[in-house]
């Protein structure tokens, strides 16, 4: 079935380092790729989103590309804040059927002054 | 903006009880969605509604059911409470895609223990 897979946390870096938080997924047809943030305490925002092959997704400093000969949807940030500290989900929603999203389990990030 | 409104953030109760959580969405959508999220699991879903009075399974219903009386109200109803329940609770909502996938927008939450 339709599944993701994202990098296990925490991840930790300093601030104003580069991040790179891997996604890869499987389908069975051509998904939407999305990225949610969860900020402690809140529920989830969406961050991102790429709905085909190439595209690329962008917003407060980060990017995602749609990969589709990797099935992979890495999300990156080129200089990390201490306020981007927060829990990371990649998801898919299929093209087919009812639009059920699909979520990774979660990455969380620390970043230190 | 869309508003997802869930009527609690903390709640606490007993087990056996009959538990009530309750969600409220703004922007007409007609998709709405219950989801838990514990350590390492990531989210899961429990029900969904693409319609008023129109109720779907997700991977996880037992133990739960929904109402969905109303377009804009989606609430999760647990019949006897367990330990097992203990979680937090996200509620989410989306339009119906116009050729487009739509993404879903989520409340912040209500964390729920069962004693």
């Known amino acids: 079935g339709d599944s993701v897979t994202q990098m296990e946390g925490p991840v930790t870096l300093s601030e104003e380092a580069f991040l790179t938080i891997n996604c890869t997924y499987t389908?069975?047809?051509?998904?939407?790729l999305f990225w949610y943030v969860q900020y402690p305490g809140e529920g989830l925002q969406l961050l991102l989103k790429?709905?085909?092959?190439?595209d690329k997704g962008s917003n407060k400093g980060f990017e995602a590309t749609y990969r589709k000969e990797t099935t992979s949807f890495h999300l990156e940030k080129g200089s990390v804040q201490v306020s981007d500290s927060a829990v990371y989900f990649c998801?898919?929603?299929?093209?087919?059927?009812?639009?059920?999203?699909?979520f990774g389990t979660g990455t969380r990030l620390l970043v230190s002054p | 903006d869309v508003k997802v409104t869930q009527s609690s953030r903390y709640l606490v109760k007993r087990t056996g009880e009959k538990v009530f959580l309750e969600c409220v969405q703004d922007?007409?959508?007609?998709?709405m969605f219950w989801y838990r999220q514990d350590p390492g699991l990531g989210l899961r879903l429990i029900y969904f509604?693409?319609?008023?009075?129109?109720?779907e399974k997700g991977d996880i219903p037992e133990g739960y059911s929904v109402s969905r009386e109303k377009k804009e109200r989606f609430s999760l109803i647990l019949e006897s409470a367990s330990t097992n329940q203990t979680s937090m609770y996200l509620c989410?909502?989306?339009?119906?895609?116009?050729?487009?996938?739509?993404?879903?927008?989520f409340g912040d939450g209500t964390r729920l223990s069962i004693l």
């Open positions: 389908a069975t047809g051509y998904p939407s």
């Open positions: 790429a709905t085909k092959a190439d």
């Open positions: 922007m007409d959508h007609e998709n």
């Open positions: 509604s693409y319609d008023v009075k129109m109720k």
């Open positions: 989410a909502s989306s339009p119906t895609g116009q050729g487009e996938s739509q993404p879903q927008h």
């Open positions: 998801a898919q929603l299929p093209n087919t059927g009812f639009q059920k999203l699909v």
